[in-house]
């Protein structure tokens, strides 16, 4: 089945260690989405690619980074994790960005970070 | 500005007792579309169905319903004779014009046995 895949499932890294999350899908979709969602709340996007154009929100701190190697895989940096990044943490794809279509995002498992 | 509003924080339900669960929405956007999605309790976020703002028709899937009414701005889901299973936080979501995905706060849903 086609779908979107994060690993790991659960990240644990210390305060001010650099920690990258990885997501991959096998739906082709041009568009990847990565979304913070701190203990009940609601996900929060922090930044998309449409395909290799960079969309930050702009609220997103600096600390966070992203890459996009490929269609198919897209990366979180988290350059000096602190406490409040302590979040699941959760990719997901479209084919078309945003408001320009129904289409529903795909969302991977997440995962899951603890800061020591 | 999109705002989406899921005034219910939590819900508890005996099983198979009817639930609704409510949702009200912003924009000033004429063309948008909304979409309600399930996240159990191992996280990840499961798509369950999407309305345009051109089409008020309302749906039936199995147990679930989606009532759509523009005039309140409204976007109901209702899940008929509810199961264990459907334990879970319920986000709806809005996405207009050249914003992205736009969640409310959800609603957790705690069915009893």
């Known amino acids: 089945d086609a779908m979107v895949i994060q690993n790991p499932r659960y990240q644990v890294t210390q305060f001010g260690k650099p920690v990258t999350l990885s997501c991959s899908q096998t739906l082709n979709h041009n568009v990847m989405y990565w979304y913070q969602q701190k203990s009940s709340q609601a996900p929060k996007l922090l930044f998309h690619?449409?395909?290799?154009?960079?969309?930050n929100e702009a609220d997103t701190p600096d600390n966070f980074q992203s890459r996009r190697p490929n269609t198919s895989f897209c990366f979180l940096d988290i350059r000096s994790p602190g406490l409040g990044d302590a979040a699941m943490y959760l990719c997901a794809t479209s084919g078309i960005p945003g408001g320009y279509s129904n289409q529903p995002q795909h969302f991977g498992d997440g995962t899951r970070l603890s800061i020591l | 500005a999109q705002k989406v509003t899921q005034a219910q924080t939590e819900i508890s339900v005996v099983e198979k007792e009817d639930v609704t669960l409510d949702c009200v929405y912003e924009?000033?956007?004429?063309?948008?579309?909304l979409f309600w999605y399930k996240q159990p309790p191992s996280g990840e976020l499961v798509f369950l169905i999407r309305?345009?703002?051109?089409?008020?028709q309302n749906e039936i899937s199995g147990r679930y319903s989606w009532n759509f009414q523009k005039s309140t701005s409204s976007f109901n889901f209702t899940i008929t004779a509810s199961q264990v299973v459907d334990s879970a936080v319920y986000f709806c979501a809005l996405t207009a014009g050249a914003n992205n995905l736009f969640f409310g706060t959800g609603t957790r849903l705690t069915v009893i046995p």
């Open positions: 924009t000033r956007d004429t063309t948008y579309y």
């Open positions: 690619y449409y395909d290799k154009d960079f969309n």
């Open positions: 309305r345009n703002s051109f089409d008020e």
